[in-house]
């Protein structure tokens, strides 16, 4: 079955000013279709048709490249457009502070992290919050549109919160600045998706 593209879970304007609304357009309607047709392509008369995404980022290795780059590259996005949201930024609340003070320190001390393993991702990738295999919250960095989901990942685990530093997400506005939205995304922030992630992902 084909894979299609999900909508945005708001209007493409609702993260102004921090990304704005012409980079949310080109952003999904563009370069995340492009990512969806193309895994259509490159999995049609394979078995991968018939699996879900998470099935073959977990058996990534076996498929050719065009399969590993564009089923990341529907995956992460599916995953992006959801962590963020109107209204939203602060700080997390519950058990997810609580594990992130415990894991790193502070809210602050997670934020720095996940910025400078963005703003340190040369060329194209993502900056992640991961719950490792270990049960134990972690940051990382993926090169691409790779995930620590894929079988071929350094470090493995369940993605519950990520950052796209393609310079396609922030380019327009930003320019090389990549660490100016790293700063400013952080006030568009779904943080009460990202617990619930993190409950799933905790089992």
Do not use: C
């Not at 090169?143 to 393609?166: R, S």
């Amino acid at each position: 079955m084909a894979f299609e593209l999900e909508a945005l879970p708001y209007p493409a304007d609702a993260l102004e000013p921090s990304i704005d609304k012409e980079t949310m357009i080109i952003h999904h309607d563009r370069h995340h279709q492009a990512y969806v047709d193309n895994l259509n392509k490159a999995i049609a008369g394979t078995d991968a048709e018939n699996l879900s995404l998470e099935e073959i980022l977990k058996n990534v290795s076996k498929y050719p490249a065009a399969v590993r780059n564009n089923a990341g590259g529907v995956w992460n996005h599916d995953l992006f457009w959801k962590v963020l949201g109107p209204n939203a930024g602060g700080e997390p609340t519950g058990d997810l502070a609580n594990d992130i003070n415990a894991t790193f320190g502070s809210f602050a001390d997670l934020k720095k992290k996940l910025q400078e393993a963005g703003a340190g991702r040369f060329g194209s990738g993502w900056s992640w919050l991961i719950v490792g295999e270990d049960g134990k919250l972690a940051v990382v960095s993926t090169p691409n549109q790779d995930n620590p989901l894929m079988d071929v990942a350094e470090v493995k685990g369940t993605p519950i919160f990520g950052i796209d530093v393609w310079e396609h997400a922030y380019y327009l506005k930003y320019q090389n600045k990549r660490p100016a939205y790293l700063e400013e995304i952080f006030n568009v922030v779904n943080w009460d998706d990202v617990a619930k992630r993190y409950q799933a992902a905790k089992g």
